[in-house]
C-alpha cells in the first residue's frame, strides 16, 4: 500500500533546472524526516538532500550545495527537489526516500541517520548538451 512517485525527470541541458516531485501514497509524511538519494551508473548511490519533519533541519551534499533545494508540502503528502544550475556529473536516477520510524531524523551535517523504509522506483535525469 506504501508507496512512492517520482515524476519530473528528464533531459535537460547543462545550466538547466528541473523540479522532481514525490508524491507518497498509503503513508502520511507529517511526522516523518524524509529524504532523496541518487545514483549514477557504476557509481555508488549517494544521499542528496533531507529535511526534518519541521524543516528545520535540512541536509545537502557538497556536491549540489547552492544548487537543490529540497522541500514539502505535507497537505500535498509530496517533496520536492528543485534542482538549478545542473551538470552533466548530476546525471542518475533519483529516489526519494522515508522512514518508517520517527526515530530516523535528518541531520545537516550528515543526512538522514537511522533506517530508510521506503523507497521511490527512482527517475532519471539526465543532464547533457
Known amino acids: 500500500q506504501v508507496q512512492f512517485v517520482e515524476s519530473g525527470g528528464g533531459l535537460v541541458q547543462p545550466g538547466g533546472s528541473l523540479r522532481l516531485s514525490c508524491v507518497a501514497s498509503g503513508f502520511t509524511l507529517d511526522y516523518y524526516a524524509v529524504g532523496w538519494f541518487r545514483q549514477a551508473p557504476g557509481k555508488e548511490r549517494e544521499a542528496v538532500s533531507c529535511?526534518?519533519?519541521?524543516?528545520?533541519?535540512?541536509y545537502y551534499a557538497d556536491s549540489v550545495k547552492g544548487r537543490f533545494t529540497a522541500s514539502r508540502d505535507n497537505a500535498k503528502n509530496t517533496m520536492y527537489l528543485q534542482m538549478e544550475d545542473l551538470r552533466p556529473e548530476d546525471t542518475a536516477v533519483y529516489y526519494c526516500?522515508?522512514?518508517?520510524?520517527?526515530?530516523?531524523?535528518?541531520?545537516?551535517?550528515?543526512?538522514?541517520?537511522?533506517?530508510?523504509?521506503?523507497w521511490g522506483k527512482g527517475i532519471l535525469v539526465t543532464v547533457s548538451s
Open positions: 526516500v522515508a522512514p518508517q520510524t520517527a526515530l530516523t531524523y535528518c541531520s545537516g551535517a550528515r543526512g538522514l541517520v537511522g533506517d530508510i523504509d521506503y
Open positions: 529535511l526534518s519533519m519541521s524543516s528545520r533541519n535540512i
